[in-house]
């Protein structure tokens, strides 16, 4: 019993001693209020459907591209994620659609500074558009409200350089027949037209940017019409994986 005891008065004693060691003061409310840094408040909140509809294109488009400085400088804004969970329960009036790549590199919301309820995204290897894409995209534009479709390619893309290379494999070799037109409007480039070449692959990839609009348009009459009204925007842009920096072509 008296072994116990002291067992237990040793281990209190080190804990005494670890403690004051910690804080010479003894004084713990000090230590507590000293660890604490001042944190900013939580920002943001779920879009409502009358602020939608307030929103023009071109306001988003710059909201998207303030959002990306703010990505880069590591700035991003902070969110109640719960509570915004819970907001958008009831339902969902996003700014715009991302048509992006898989690519993991590439978290789109933070990229753009977004929060749940603000983005529609929609993923392919090599950011084409299909029959598939096409209809998400006129569900989130005619359907839901969504004001911009922005196309998002990036640097070093592998669907863009394995269309260059001309890959078999499966149902990848189908998937590329979607991006060959890109490679196709690329052949005037003078330098090597190899996956190799950075700077030949990034030319495809921006064609194949440019290319995805033009079909978004020549085969959705319903996203052609809301272009030509003002009513949306079709842009594209590029992301470069060393920086983060989205640029609007």
């Given at each position: 019993?008296?072994?116990?005891?002291?067992?237990?008065?040793?281990?209190?004693?080190?804990?005494?001693?670890?403690?004051?060691?910690?804080?010479?003061?003894?004084?713990k409310k000090e230590?507590?209020?000293?660890?604490?840094?001042?944190?900013?408040?939580?920002?943001?909140?779920?879009?409502?459907?009358?602020?939608?509809?307030?929103?023009?294109?071109?306001?988003?488009?710059?909201?998207?591209?303030?959002?990306?400085?703010?990505?880069?400088?590591?700035?991003?804004?902070?969110?109640?994620?719960?509570?915004?969970?819970?907001?958008?329960?009831?339902?969902?009036?996003?700014?715009?659609?991302?048509?992006?790549?898989?690519?993991?590199?590439?978290?789109?919301?933070?990229?753009?500074?977004?929060?749940?309820?603000?983005?529609?995204?929609?993923?392919?290897?090599?950011?084409f558009s299909n029959?598939?894409?096409?209809?998400?995209?006129?569900?989130?534009?005619?359907?839901?409200?969504?004001?911009?479709?922005?196309?998002?390619?990036?640097?070093?893309?592998?669907?863009?350089?394995?269309?260059?290379?001309?890959?078999?494999?499966?149902?990848?070799?189908?998937?590329?027949?979607?991006?060959?037109?890109?490679?196709?409007?690329?052949?005037?480039?003078?330098?090597?037209?190899?996956?190799?070449?950075?700077?030949?692959?990034?030319?495809?990839?921006?064609?194949?940017?440019?290319?995805?609009?033009?079909?978004?348009?020549?085969?959705?009459?319903?996203?052609?019409?809301?272009?030509?009204?003002?009513?949306?925007?079709?842009?594209?842009?590029?992301?470069?994986?060393?920086?983060?920096?989205?640029?609007?072509?």
């Amino acid at each position: 019993m008296k072994k116990v005891q002291l067992f237990k008065f040793a281990a209190i004693t080190i804990s005494f001693l670890a403690f004051s060691c910690g804080n010479p003061t003894g004084n713990k409310k000090e230590i507590t209020d000293s660890s604490k840094t001042p944190k900013k408040p939580l920002r943001e909140r779920v879009l409502t459907v009358s602020e939608q509809k307030a929103l023009t294109p071109e306001l988003i488009i710059k909201a998207l591209k303030d959002g990306n400085k703010r990505f880069v400088s590591n700035d991003l804004t902070l969110r109640d994620h719960s509570a915004m969970v819970r907001d958008a329960a009831a339902g969902q009036y996003p700014k715009a659609v991302i048509l992006s790549c898989v690519d993991s590199r590439i978290p789109v919301e933070d990229v753009f500074d977004r929060g749940i309820g603000d983005i529609f995204v929609a993923r392919v290897a090599g950011n084409f558009s299909n029959v598939d894409i096409l209809g998400s995209l006129e569900f989130a534009c005619k359907v839901s409200g969504a004001k911009v479709i922005l196309v998002l390619g990036h640097e070093s893309c592998g669907a863009i350089k394995s269309a260059i290379d001309d890959v078999k494999l499966g149902n990848i070799t189908s998937m590329l027949y979607k991006i060959k037109p890109a490679v196709a409007l690329s052949s005037g480039f003078a330098g090597e037209k190899s996956s190799k070449n950075p700077a030949f692959v990034e030319l495809v990839a921006k064609n194949n940017i440019r290319h995805t609009i033009q079909t978004i348009k020549s085969e959705s009459p319903i996203l052609k019409e809301m272009s030509d009204h003002g009513d949306i925007k079709i842009v594209g842009a590029y992301y470069d994986l060393h920086t983060g920096a989205v640029e609007f072509l």
